[in-house]
Structure formats: C-alpha cells, structure tokens
Nanobody, 124 residues
Framework: QVQLVESGGGLVQPGGSLRLSCAAS????????IGWFRQAPGKEREGVSC????????YYSDSVKGRFTISRDNAKNTVYLQMNSLKPEDTAVYYC?????????????????WGQGTQVTVSS
C-alpha cells in the first residue's frame, strides 16, 4: 500500500525553524519526485517546493525561496523540508505528495499520492 506520512509540524515563534519529514512506504522514493504543498485556513492549497528524483532539481515558490530547503534521503525513503525564518503567514497544514514519475509537476492534480498533512503554526 502506497503511503506518505508527514511529521515535524508544531508551534514555533516567528523567526524560528522547523524541519518537516515525508516518509514513504509501499514504494521507493528513488523514482519519484516529491512536492510539498500547504493550505492555510480559508485559502486554496498552494505549492511550496518540489524535488525531482531524476537529477535532484529543486523548486520553490517565491514566498519561501531563500528560507526553505527541500532535500531527500533515499536510503531512508524520506524527503525533508527545512523551514527557517518562519513567518506567521507560513501557518498552514503542510502536505507532501508524489506524482507518477521522477519529475516535478506544476499542478497539484498531477500528484497522485498524498499524505495526511501536518500542522505548522507560527505565532508568538
């Protein structure tokens, strides 16, 4: 059974850091791109970052570029999202997702497998 499980969310003060993990089971991440998405209350889900498996290319939304870093550890079948300099507007439920194939996709409906999400709250 294909499954993605996010962890690492929590409450953090503005300027703080968190590292999210996306652990895969039932399939090998070596052959799949992984994207991170987030959904804030009352807003649509948006793409945050993605890492391909073919060449390790990474992509970031403008809102997180320079603050977030995506990485993968294929030996652990896990992808990470290091989030630094967090802002209140980063508050959201964060999801990881995998499309079919090794390349990042632009639209969320191109992602077939989704985790259950982890809550990130940035507040003083």
């Amino acid at each position: 059974q294909v499954q993605l499980v996010e962890s690492g969310g929590g409450l953090v003060q503005p300027g703080g850091s968190l590292r999210l993990s996306c652990a895969a089971s039932g399939f090998t991440l070596d052959y799949y791109a992984i994207g991170w998405f987030r959904q804030a209350p009352g807003k649509e889900r948006e793409g945050v970052s993605c890492i391909s498996s073919s060449d390790g290319s990474t992509y970031y939304s403008d809102s997180v570029k320079g603050r977030f870093t995506i990485s993968r550890d294929n030996a652990k079948n896990t992808v990470y999202l290091q989030m630094n300099s967090l802002k209140p507007e980063d508050t959201a439920v964060y999801y990881c997702a995998a499309p079919q194939g090794s390349s990042c996709r632009r639209w969320e409906d191109e992602y077939d497998y989704w985790g259950q999400g982890t809550q990130v709250t940035v507040s003083s």
